[in-house]
C-alpha cells in the first residue's frame, strides 16, 4: 500500500520459488486474519492479491494540516525486493500505528525546506544532528512551540578584580508557527530574568563590553541582558523543490552576523557563564532593530542584515528603537548533516555608548559539530574567531567549546583567547592577550513529564600576562559557579 512519502510492504500476487523456499526455512507465514502485527493494537485483516493500491497524493490543505509551515518532508521509497515486496525506510525513527509516533515527526524549517533542528537563534544555522529541545502542540493551523531555562548561580571571583554574587539568569522562549502559501510563517518571543541582577551584572574575570549605568563601562563582569531579548517575526516562500526567500524582522532581533548566540549553542548553553569573547562573536544577538533577507538553495544560505548597532542602554525593561544604520552579510554552509559552517563581516555604526562617533568592523568565522556516540551519548562542539576592528587598531579573539550528554549527565567546558584594550579601562589603552579555560558538569533529575530539576558546579582558570599582574594577582586568577536549574522542554 501507498502512502504519501512513504511505501508499505504489501505480499506480491506470486513470489518466485527460490523466495518461498527461503520463507519456510524462517517459519510458515501466518494466516491472514489471526496474525498480530506487533506494532498493532488488532488484528490484521486479509489484504486482497492484487497488489499495491495507490492511495490519492495529499491536497494542499492536507499537507498543511500535517506540517507546521511547508508541506511535510518526503520519506524516500524504496523499490520492490526480489520477493517482490516493497521495503519501508522511515529516517525519522519507528512510528506506532496506534497514532502516537515515538519520536517526532520531520518538521521543514521556519526559512526553508529542510529539518527543523538546522535553525537556531535568529536566523544562524547549527546541524542538523543538534537536539531540539522545546513543547510541542496544534492549535488548528498553528504550531506552537515553548522552552525555558531558568538557572540560579552563585558566583565567586578571586583576586583583587574578583567579587562574590548571587544572581538568576536564563530565558523563557514561546514560538508560533503557521502554513503561508508555500512556505512558513512564524512568529517568536523570548524573554530573560537578567535585569534583576542590577546595573553591575555579576563578577566574571576578564569579560568587558557595554555599559549597565550610562557612566562607566563593566570590565571583569558580565553586563545583564534587557528583558526582552526577542520580538521577532518572519516570512518565507519555496521557489524551488529545495530553495526559498525569506525575510526577517526584529524589535529586538539577531542580525545575519557570527555563530548561534551563546546561550542557544549546543555546545555550552549548560553553562550558566558567559564568554569573555561575547563582544567579537554574538553581542548583536540582542539587537533593538533589524531586517534581514536571505536565500536558501538546499545546504547553502545567504542573508544580510540592515539594523541599529547600537547597545542596549542602562534601561533594561524597556524596548527601543534607532536607525536602521548598520549591514552585515553571512555565508552558510552546511555540508552534511553533523557539521555548520559560517563566515560573516558587519559594518556597526556607532555600537558604543560611552564612544559616541566610533564605528566598528567586525568579521567572524565559525565550525558547530553535534553527533551521537551510541544510543545514550551526544556530543556538540563549536570553535570560533571573530575580529574588531576600530580607528585604526584591529583585535582578534577565539572560542572553543564541547559539551557531552549521557542519560542526565552533561558535562562541558570552553577554552577562549581574546586581545583586550578594555581592561585598564583608558581611552588609548594597548590590547592584553588573556585567556581563561573553564569546565563544569550537571546532572538533571525529572520532576515532571516537560519538567527537570538540575544542579552542578563550574570552576574557570584564567590566564592574564605579567603587566598585568599587579590588578589581578602574581598567580593565575580562579572562578567557581555553583547553580540549580529548572527547565521546561
Excluded at 571571583?157 to 514560538?175: E, T
Excluded at 542590577?198 to 557612566?215: D, K, Q
Aim: charged share 20%; hydrophobic share 40%.
Amino acid at each position: 500500500m501507498n502512502m504519501p512519502g512513504m511505501t508499505m510492504p504489501m505480499p506480491a500476487q506470486k513470489a518466485p520459488k527460490k523466495t518461498q523456499r527461503k520463507i519456510s526455512k524462517k517459519g510458515t507465514a501466518p494466516k491472514a486474519g489471526r496474525a498480530k502485527d506487533p506494532g498493532l493494537e488488532h488484528e490484521a485483516h486479509p489484504v486482497p492479491p492484487q497488489g499495491p493500491i495507490e492511495t490519492p497524493a495529499p491536497t494542499p490543505t492536507d499537507q498543511a494540516k500535517t506540517a507546521p509551515g511547508r508541506a511535510p518532508m518526503q520519506m524516500p521509497q524504496q523499490a520492490p525486493t526480489e520477493g517482490g515486496e516493497a521495503s519501508l525506510q522511515m529516517p525519522m525513527g519507528p512510528m506506532q500505528m496506534d497514532g502516537h509516533a515515538s519520536h517526532p515527526m520531520a518538521m521543514s524549517g521556519a526559512f526553508g525546506r529542510y529539518l527543523e533542528e538546522r535553525e537556531t537563534s535568529g536566523t544562524a544555522w547549527q546541524p542538523d544532528s543538534s537536539r531540539h529541545a522545546g513543547l510541542m502542540a496544534m492549535r488548528g493551523d498553528w504550531t506552537l512551540m515553548a522552552h525555558g531555562l531558568l538557572n540560579l548561580v552563585y558566583d565567586h571571583q578571586s583576586g583583587p578584580r574578583g567579587g562574590n554574587k548571587a544572581f538568576a539568569s536564563g530565558m523563557l522562549m514561546g514560538m508560533a508557527r503557521r502554513p503561508l502559501g508555500q512556505g512558513t510563517l512564524q512568529l517568536k518571543a523570548m524573554v530573560s530574568p537578567d535585569p534583576f541582577m542590577g546595573a553591575s551584572g555579576y563578577p566574571l574575570l576578564l569579560a568587558s563590553g557595554e555599559t549597565a549605568n550610562g557612566r562607566d563601562r563593566l570590565v571583569d563582569r558580565q553586563h545583564p541582558h534587557d528583558f526582552f531579548m526577542e520580538l521577532s517575526g518572519s516570512v518565507s516562500q519555496d521557489i524551488g523543490r529545495t530553495s526559498s526567500i525569506f525575510l526577517y524582522a526584529g524589535l529586538p532581533g539577531e542580525p545575519a552576523f557570527g555563530p548561534p548566540a551563546f546561550m542557544h549553542r549546543e555546545s555550552i548553553l549548560d553553562s550558566p557563564e558567559a564568554p569573555i569573547t561575547h563582544h567579537w562573536l554574538d553581542s548583536t544577538h540582542i539587537t533593538f532593530g533589524v531586517v534581514t533577507a536571505g536565500l536558501v538553495l538546499d545546504r547553502l544560505k545567504l542573508d544580510a542584515s540592515r539594523f541599529n548597532a547600537r547597545e542596549p542602554d542602562q534601561h533594561r525593561w524597556n524596548i527601543e528603537a534607532g536607525a536602521l544604520d548598520s549591514t552585515s552579510i553571512r555565508l552558510s554552509w552546511n555540508p552534511d548533516r553533523t557539521l555548520a559552517l559560517q563566515g560573516s563581516w558587519a559594518r556597526l555604526k556607532d555600537p558604543e555608548q560611552l564612544e559616541p562617533g566610533v564605528d566598528q568592523e567586525r568579521w567572524s568565522a565559525s565550525a558547530l559539530w553535534a553527533g551521537e556516540f551510541g544510543p545514550a551519548w551526544h556530543a556538540a562542539a563549536t570553535i570560533a574567531w571573530g575580529r574588531k576592528s576600530s580607528e585604526g587598531h584591529t583585535d582578534d579573539a577565539v572560542a572553543a567549546e564541547a559539551s557531552l550528554k549521557h542519560g542526565p549527565w552533561t558535562i562541558f567546558s570552553r577554552a577562549e583567547w581574546t586581545e583586550n584594550r578594555e581592561l585598564l579601562g583608558l581611552v588609548d589603552s594597548p590590547a592584553f592577550r588573556v585567556g581563561k579555560i573553564s569546565i563544569g558538569a550537571i546532572r538533571d533529575f525529572a520532576i515532571a513529564r516537560h519538567l527537570s530539576f538540575g544542579a552542578g558546579g563550574l570552576l574557570a582558570l584564567d590566564f592574564v600576562p605579567e603587566a598585568l599582574h599587579p590588578l589581578y594577582g602574581s598567580g593565575s586568577p580562579t572562578g567557581a559557579m555553583g547553580f540549580v536549574r529548572l527547565k521546561l522542554d
